[in-house]
C-alpha cells in the first residue's frame, strides 16, 4: 500500500501507517506491505505486548544509504521494520526471544540488530529467507533461531523434601543453572519443608542461583494472607536470585470459582510483593487459561508448569516446567524440570529485591559530631560494617 506522509492510517489495531513514514527529514510518500503489518500484528499477539515500537519503516533509497544499507535493501521496499517489543512490566523484550517468535510467525528476514538484544529486524522480502544477528555481521547466523539463541535458556530444576537429600555439587556439575526450593505449605510455621533449609545451603554452596515457592491450602483471601506470613517467615534472611512463587493447584480450591481463586492468588502475591519480593505465580497451562484473573498474570510472573515437548500456552511466561520425569546427577530418581527465559537475576539485584538490598547506608553517624573524627557503623544489607571517618 502507498501512504502519503501526511497519512494517518489505523492499518491494524496497533499500528499506524505514520508509524513507517521514511526518517529522512522530507516529507515524502511511501509504502508499507499489508503483509508486514499483519505479521507485526500476529506478533504483537503472540508476545503479549503493552506496545510495539516501529524505529525505522520505509526508508527511500538516500536514506537507506545514509543509515549504513545498500540503498536498495527491504526497508526501501517497505517489507521491513525494525521493532522494539515491550512486555505487559514496560520493559523491552529480548530480541532472542523476538527472532524466535518472529520465525513461528513466518517473516522471511528477521535479524537482531545490537548487541543488547533490544531492537529487531523482521521483513517480508518475497524471495529467500536472512535470519542474521547483526552482532556478528550480516550473514546468515541459523536457520532456527530457538537452536541459535536456546543455548543461552537457563536449565533449572524444582525440589522439596521429595526429592531427598541432594547432591548439589553433582546437580551444578550436571549442567544445572538455577533451583526452584519448595519453602514450604499452608499456614503454619511447622510446615516448612523439612529440606528446605538444607537445600538453600547446598544450592548457595555450590552456586546455584535458588528462587523458593510455597505451596498453598488457602481457601479464602484471608487465609492467603496467613500463608504469605508464614512464606515471610520462612525465607526471611534469605537471598533469591530467582523469583519466589505462589503455588496454587489444590482442586478444592479450583472448585471456589475463577474470582475467589484469583482474589487468593492476589491476596498472597500482593502481601509478599509489598514485602520486597519478586513474586510470581506458578499454575498449570489449563489453570492458568480458566481459573488466573487476568491481572494478575499480566502484573506477576509467571511459572508455566506444562508437560509436554512444545507449550501451546500463549500467555507469557518467564520460566516453563516443560516436565516431572527429569534425571540429574546427584538427585535420586525423577525431579521437575524447567527452562528460564528471563534474566532474574539482574532485575531482582538491580532493583535490590529479594532479601539482597540496596547498597545504601541505612544508618548515618550520631546527630552530635564531635569536633574529632567520629567512628560510624552502617548497615549494607544483613551485614554491618564498622569504621572511623577523618575530620578535614
Ligand atoms: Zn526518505
Ligand atoms: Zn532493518
Not at 550473514?139 to 536457520?143: A, G, R
Not at 546527630?367 to 564531635?370: E, F, G, L
Given at each position: 500500500m502507498k501512504y502519503q506522509y501526511s497519512d494517518s492510517v489505523q492499518?491494524?489495531?496497533?499500528?499506524?501507517?505514520?508509524?513507517?513514514?521514511?526518517?529522512?527529514g522530507k516529507e515524502h510518500e511511501f509504502s508499507v506491505s499489508d503483509e508486514l503489518v499483519q505479521k507485526l500484528e500476529q506478533l504483537y499477539a503472540t508476545l503479549n505486548c503493552s506496545k510495539i515500537i516501529v524505529t525505522s519503516g520505509f526508508r527511500c533509497s538516500a536514506h537507506d544509504k545514509a543509515v549504513k544499507?545498500?540503498?536498495?535493501?527491504q526497508h526501501t521496499l517497505g517489507n521491513a521494520a525494525d521493532i522494539c517489543c515491550y512486555g505487559q512490566d514496560g520493559q523491552p523484550i529480548s530480541s532472542k526471544v523476538v527472532c524466535c517468535k518472529a520465525q513461528d510467525i513466518g517473516f522471511n528476514g528477521i535479524a537482531n540488530i545490537t548487541a543488547a538484544y533490544q531492537y529487531t529486524h523482521v521483513d517480508v522480502r518475497p524471495n529467500g529467507k536472512w535470519y542474521g544477528d547483526e552482532v556478528h555481521g550480516n550473514?546468515?547466523?541459523?536457520?532456527d533461531f530457538y537452536k541459535y539463541f536456546g543455548g543461552e535458556d537457563m536449565k533449572g530444576i524444582d525440589v522439596s523434601?521429595?526429592?531427598?537429600?541432594?547432591?548439589w555439587g553433582k546437580v551444578k556439575a550436571d549442567g544445572i543453572d538455577f533451583a526452584i526450593l519448595r519453602a514450604g505449605y499452608g499456614r503454619?510455621?511447622?510446615?516448612?519443608?523439612?529440606k528446605f533449609e538444607q537445600n538453600y545451603a547446598g544450592a548457595k554452596a555450590a552456586g546455584i542461583p535458588v528462587g523458593a515457592y510455597w505451596y498453598s491450602y488457602a481457601m479464602t483471601p484471608e487465609e492467603a494472607e496467613l500463608e504469605a506470613d508464614v512464606f515471610l517467615s520462612v525465607i526471611k534472611g534469605k537471598q533469591f536470585e530467582m523469583p519466589v512463587y505462589f503455588d496454587l493447584e489444590e482442586k478444592k480450591q479450583f472448585d471456589l470459582g475463577k474470582e475467589q481463586v484469583s482474589a487468593i492468588m492476589r491476596a498472597f502475591l500482593k502481601k509478599v510483593e509489598n514485602a520486597g519480593y519478586f513474586v510470581g505465580l506458578y499454575g498449570s497451562a489449563s489453570s492458568l487459561t480458566t481459573h488466573t484473573a487476568d491481572d494478575i498474570k499480566s502484573w506477576y510472573t509467571i511459572w508455566l508448569a506444562h508437560w509436554v515437548?512444545?507449550?501451546?500456552?500463549?500467555g507469557a511466561y518467564g520460566?516453563?516446567?516443560?516436565?516431572?520425569?527429569g534425571k540429574v546427577d546427584g538427585i535420586n530418581g525423577n525431579v521437575d524440570m524447567d527452562i528460564c527465559y528471563k534474566d532474574f537475576q539482574t532485575i531482582i539485584k538491580g532493583k535490590g529485591l529479594n532479601g539482597w538490598g540496596?547498597?545504601?547506608?541505612t544508618s548515618t553517624p550520631a546527630?552530635?559530631?564531635?569536633d574529632t573524627d567520629v567512628t560510624v557503623t552502617i548497615q549494607i544489607g544483613k551485614d554491618s560494617y564498622k569504621g572511623t571517618l577523618k575530620k578535614e
Open positions: 492499518i491494524t489495531p496497533h499500528f499506524n501507517s505514520c508509524e513507517f513514514r521514511c526518517k529522512c544499507g545498500s540503498g536498495t535493501g550473514s546468515t547466523v541459523t536457520d523434601v521429595h526429592n531427598g537429600n541432594i547432591d503454619l510455621a511447622s510446615q516448612k519443608d523439612e515437548d512444545q507449550t501451546n500456552y500463549n520460566i516453563w516446567q516443560h516436565s516431572e520425569k540496596k547498597a545504601e547506608p546527630p552530635d559530631v564531635p
